[in-house]
């Protein structure tokens, strides 16, 4: 890496934090003044709703920051004409925008892959505090159906992942075939281990000689592949708040019944395409900006790309909530402006 985009890398991510940490301490401060009275008297659990607050801050401020950085950062360059000699030595426009690009999708890129993991639940944890002292809340008395099977679970933990009181009935052409009962559950490695596990199997019956009921007893079994403690409790509760990975399950299950996937889609979506935008519109601004203040308002200049900024994240953000109550379909609210802003971001540049 040459020196001037260490300098350049350097400075954008020493403006990218402290404009992210200014975001998150304003959201988190004007959250906890409008939630203390509600908060639990338990030092811990108030941390930690700070802690899960913040992690669900970072899902609006980060790509606000990742833009309001290179605003900063290239204008500062433009006051004390640091850009002027770039250029000077040799530097092309491209050659300056690169470092900065990169590197603003290095950050999308790395919080993306957040969503794939518990971080997606920050609000609900947070939620669960302010509403139960607790991070866990326990759901009872589930009844669902996957493929051919209904699943009974009394008692179901999804943070923990595991359930209580656990029935499998296997049902072909409404004909009862077995049932499976155990005592307890847990979800590890794509299948629920149940334990102390009661199977009665009905044999078909033709003629008084035929076998009855076969019970089976097992210490341990396994059953109910890729069938996540989270997709089960967001069905029940009618909530949508999943991990990629999650919701990707979901979406298979949703298909397997029949049911809309489409907001099961706007969330995989929202978590995977939607962040794309400030790293595109950080191409657009870049190739805006001019070399040298001497013609321009620098300050108005910075004013109207933030503003213009946080105006292109509503709108994103208004459609994907129009998609999430479907009355837009998430390819057209989400893919289609992603693609389109796509278009003009290198179109910008290599016109530029």
């Known amino acids: 890496m040459k020196a001037y985009q260490k300098y350049i890398i350097y400075h954008y991510l020493k403006n990218f934090f ?13 959250d906890l003044l409008t939630t203390y009275r509600k908060l639990p008297n338990s030092a811990n659990l108030q941390i930690l709703y700070t802690m899960f607050q913040s ?8 790509p606000l920051s990742v833009v309001f950085s290179m605003i900063i950062t290239v204008s500062a360059m433009i006051k004390s004409n640091e850009l002027v000699s770039l250029y000077v030595f040799g530097i092309s426009r491209q050659s300056f925008i690169k470092p900065i690009f990169f590197t603003a999708l290095f950050i999308t890129i790395a919080y993306i892959s957040l969503t794939f993991t518990s971080f997606s639940y920050a609000r609900e944890y947070s939620n669960n505090i302010l509403r139960f002292s607790q991070i866990s809340t326990t759901t009872r008395d589930l009844f669902l159906k996957n493929g051919n099977k209904y699943i009974y679970f009394k ?44 199977k009665t199997i009905k044999p078909k019956v033709s003629t008084l000689d035929n076998k009855g009921l076969i019970i089976q007893k097992f210490t341990k079994l396994e059953a109910l592949k890729d ?11 009618g909530k949508f708040n999943l991990s990629v990975l999650d919701a990707i399950d979901a979406l298979k299950f949703y298909d397997a019944q029949g049911l809309d996937t489409s907001r099961i889609k706007t969330i995989v979506f929202s978590q995977l395409f939607l962040p794309l935008f400030a790293p595109l519109l950080i191409l657009i601004f870049i190739t805006k900006i001019p070399i040298i203040s001497r013609y321009y308002n620098l ?35 989400i893919i289609f402006p992603i693609f389109v802003l796509g278009l003009v971001s290198f179109y910008s540049y290599f016109k530029e």
């Open 18 to 30: 402290i404009i992210l940490l200014a975001l998150e301490l304003f959201y988190v401060g004007v």
């Open 227 to 237: 069938f996540r403690p989270k997709i089960i409790d967001n069905i029940y509760k």
């Open 155 to 198: 008692k179901l933990d999804p943070i923990k992942k595991e359930a209580n009181g656990i029935k499998i009935f296997k049902v072909i052409n409404r004909d009862l075939i077995s049932v499976v009962s155990a005592k307890k559950g847990y979800y590890r490695q794509k299948n629920w281990i149940l334990y102390g596990v009661e």
């Open 299 to 333: 300050t108005i200049l910075t004013f109207t790309l933030s503003f213009t900024a946080v105006i292109i994240w509503g709108i994103l953000f208004l459609l994907s909530k129009l998609a999430m109550n479907s009355v837009l379909m998430p390819e057209f609210a």
């Open 55 to 62: 992690m669900y801050a970072i899902n609006y401020v980060l």
